[in-house]
């Protein structure tokens, strides 16, 4: 029976759950070295051989937590695709869907888990693989449908030879200048450097000031 089939039961759903739960904690807490699956086993209540029949290895494990995570991540603002139809209200609805794409990413658990996986990038590439495409790929692409929308409102002008191509760029840009200094701060300062609520909603304004400077219409 293949892992997705067995996951279908309630279960053995439960018990992979308690697996990643148990291996978030202990890969936060103490490293990746550190951390085996006797005692990831021993902490989630879930018998090794088990943990072996889901994942495999503790690195496949992390690799499964950290795609999950970054997914969840991802669910929690970008649940579907945004829109933006309005043009009297496009610049705020941009506005709190970058706020909250931020606010998202300064998850002190997020940051955390992004720090570790950081650290075994050498050695396990697809976990920064992972990271990307759940998290940060997902976030330009929802901003690149945003400014497709713009675009169609007249409120920005996309101009190149490759509309979608140039549109991914622009996105990546916009994405950057909101994300950039808040994540390198956070990253390399700690917790203590995530911003306040208010502070990202103003590093959000200010970033769109400079966007809508360069390619408004």
């Known amino acids: 029976m293949r892992q997705g089939d067995r996951l279908t ?9 308690a697996a990643l739960a148990a291996a978030e904690v202990q890969f936060l807490a103490t490293g990746f070295e550190s951390v085996t699956m006797d005692s990831i086993a021993k902490e989630s209540g879930v018998s090794k051989q088990t943990l072996y029949s889901y ?25 579907s695709v945004p829109r933006v ?9 941009v506005r709190d869907l970058l706020v909250a794409q931020l606010a998202a990413v300064m998850n002190p658990e997020v940051l955390a888990l992004r720090r ?18 759940n998290g940060p790929r997902v976030a330009i692409a929802s901003l690149a449908t945003v400014i497709g ?24 840009q916009l994405n950057w200048l909101v994300m950039g200094d808040p994540i390198n701060r956070a990253m390399l300062l700690g917790d ?25 219409a």
Do not use: C, N, W
Not at 55 to 72: D, I, P, W
Not at 199 to 205: E, P
């Open 55 to 79: 994942f495999g290895s503790k690195q496949e494990l992390f690799l499964a937590l950290v795609t999950e995570k970054t997914r969840v991540t991802s669910r929690s603002v970008l649940s």
């Open 116 to 133: 570790l996986v950081i650290g075994e990038a050498v050695r396990f590439p697809e976990l920064a693989r992972a990271l990307y495409e």
């Open 149 to 172: 929308d713009l675009a169609d409102l007249g409120l920005v002008r996309i101009a190149g030879p490759d509309a979608a191509s140039d549109t991914d760029r622009a996105a990546t």
């Open 9 to 17: 039961r309630p279960s053995s759903r439960k018990k992979h759950d």
């Open 85 to 93: 139809t309005d043009a009297g209200t496009a610049r705020d609805e």
């Open 192 to 216: 203590d450097a995530i911003p306040t609520p208010a502070q990202l909603r103003a590093h959000a304004d200010a970033a769109l000031d400079m966007f809508f400077g360069a390619y408004g």
